[in-house]
Nanobody, 118 residues
Protein backbone atom coordinates (compact mmCIF):
# COMPACT_ATOMS: atom_id res chain seq x y z
CA UNK A 1 0.00 0.00 0.00
CA UNK A 2 1.35 3.39 -1.00
CA UNK A 3 1.38 5.75 1.95
CA UNK A 4 3.07 8.96 3.05
CA UNK A 5 2.32 10.46 6.45
CA UNK A 6 3.87 13.82 7.30
CA UNK A 7 3.87 15.21 10.84
CA UNK A 8 5.57 17.75 13.08
CA UNK A 9 4.24 21.01 11.69
CA UNK A 10 2.81 23.80 13.79
CA UNK A 11 2.87 27.47 14.65
CA UNK A 12 6.23 28.94 15.59
CA UNK A 13 7.69 32.41 15.95
CA UNK A 14 10.32 33.67 13.57
CA UNK A 15 13.72 32.37 14.59
CA UNK A 16 12.25 29.20 16.03
CA UNK A 17 12.69 25.56 15.03
CA UNK A 18 10.57 22.61 14.00
CA UNK A 19 11.35 19.02 13.07
CA UNK A 20 9.19 17.38 10.46
CA UNK A 21 8.87 13.63 10.03
CA UNK A 22 7.57 11.56 7.15
CA UNK A 23 6.74 7.88 7.41
CA UNK A 24 6.74 6.30 3.98
CA UNK A 25 5.60 2.91 2.77
CA UNK A 26 8.37 0.66 1.62
CA UNK A 27 7.32 0.86 -2.00
CA UNK A 28 7.99 4.60 -1.99
CA UNK A 29 11.02 4.71 0.31
CA UNK A 30 12.96 1.64 -0.80
CA UNK A 31 16.18 2.71 -2.46
CA UNK A 32 14.77 5.96 -3.82
CA UNK A 33 15.98 9.46 -3.30
CA UNK A 34 13.49 11.22 -1.03
CA UNK A 35 12.61 14.88 -0.80
CA UNK A 36 10.69 17.54 1.05
CA UNK A 37 8.53 19.97 -0.86
CA UNK A 38 6.40 22.91 0.22
CA UNK A 39 3.48 24.85 -1.15
CA UNK A 40 2.50 28.29 0.05
CA UNK A 41 -0.96 29.74 -0.63
CA UNK A 42 -1.27 30.86 -4.22
CA UNK A 43 2.12 29.46 -5.18
CA UNK A 44 3.34 26.36 -6.93
CA UNK A 45 4.81 23.47 -5.00
CA UNK A 46 8.57 23.80 -4.74
CA UNK A 47 11.44 21.50 -3.86
CA UNK A 48 13.00 22.28 -0.48
CA UNK A 49 15.58 19.53 -0.04
CA UNK A 50 16.35 16.04 -1.25
CA UNK A 51 18.48 13.16 -0.02
CA UNK A 52 19.83 10.15 -1.87
CA UNK A 53 19.53 6.61 -0.58
CA UNK A 54 23.13 6.94 0.54
CA UNK A 55 22.54 10.17 2.44
CA UNK A 56 23.79 12.87 0.09
CA UNK A 57 21.67 15.98 0.53
CA UNK A 58 20.88 19.03 -1.59
CA UNK A 59 18.98 22.16 -0.62
CA UNK A 60 17.13 25.03 -2.21
CA UNK A 61 19.07 28.27 -1.92
CA UNK A 62 16.35 29.74 0.29
CA UNK A 63 16.87 27.14 3.04
CA UNK A 64 20.58 26.34 2.77
CA UNK A 65 22.25 26.68 6.14
CA UNK A 66 18.94 26.61 8.01
CA UNK A 67 17.31 23.27 7.11
CA UNK A 68 18.75 19.75 7.36
CA UNK A 69 17.25 16.70 5.68
CA UNK A 70 18.02 13.20 6.95
CA UNK A 71 16.65 9.69 6.60
CA UNK A 72 16.43 6.50 8.61
CA UNK A 73 16.35 3.66 6.10
CA UNK A 74 15.50 1.09 8.77
CA UNK A 75 12.35 3.02 9.68
CA UNK A 76 11.39 4.19 6.18
CA UNK A 77 11.33 7.71 7.58
CA UNK A 78 12.70 11.01 6.33
CA UNK A 79 13.14 14.09 8.50
CA UNK A 80 13.47 17.83 7.99
CA UNK A 81 15.07 19.85 10.78
CA UNK A 82 14.14 23.50 10.28
CA UNK A 83 16.01 26.18 12.21
CA UNK A 84 15.97 29.98 12.08
CA UNK A 85 12.51 29.87 10.58
CA UNK A 86 11.22 32.89 8.68
CA UNK A 87 7.66 33.98 7.86
CA UNK A 88 8.35 33.14 4.21
CA UNK A 89 8.81 29.50 5.24
CA UNK A 90 5.07 29.33 5.95
CA UNK A 91 3.58 26.60 3.76
CA UNK A 92 2.22 23.07 3.71
CA UNK A 93 5.20 20.70 3.67
CA UNK A 94 5.10 17.39 1.83
CA UNK A 95 7.53 14.53 1.44
CA UNK A 96 7.77 12.17 -1.51
CA UNK A 97 10.25 10.53 -3.79
CA UNK A 98 12.50 12.92 -5.63
CA UNK A 99 10.35 13.99 -8.57
CA UNK A 100 10.67 16.22 -11.60
CA UNK A 101 8.87 19.57 -11.66
CA UNK A 102 6.11 20.69 -11.50
CA UNK A 103 5.80 18.31 -8.50
CA UNK A 104 2.10 17.66 -8.86
CA UNK A 105 1.64 14.22 -10.41
CA UNK A 106 1.21 10.91 -8.66
CA UNK A 107 0.35 10.15 -5.07
CA UNK A 108 0.89 12.77 -2.34
CA UNK A 109 0.17 12.63 1.37
CA UNK A 110 -1.84 15.22 3.26
CA UNK A 111 1.18 17.31 4.17
CA UNK A 112 1.83 19.18 7.42
CA UNK A 113 1.19 22.89 7.92
CA UNK A 114 4.06 25.10 9.05
CA UNK A 115 3.18 28.64 10.06
CA UNK A 116 5.88 31.11 11.07
CA UNK A 117 4.72 34.31 12.73
CA UNK A 118 6.73 37.51 12.59
Amino acid sequence: QVQLVESGGGLVQAGGSLRLSCAASGSIFSSNAMAWYRQAPGKQRELVADISSGGSAKYADSVTGRFTISRDNAKNTVYLQMNSLKPEDTAVYYCNRRKLPPYQSGYWGQGTQVTVSS
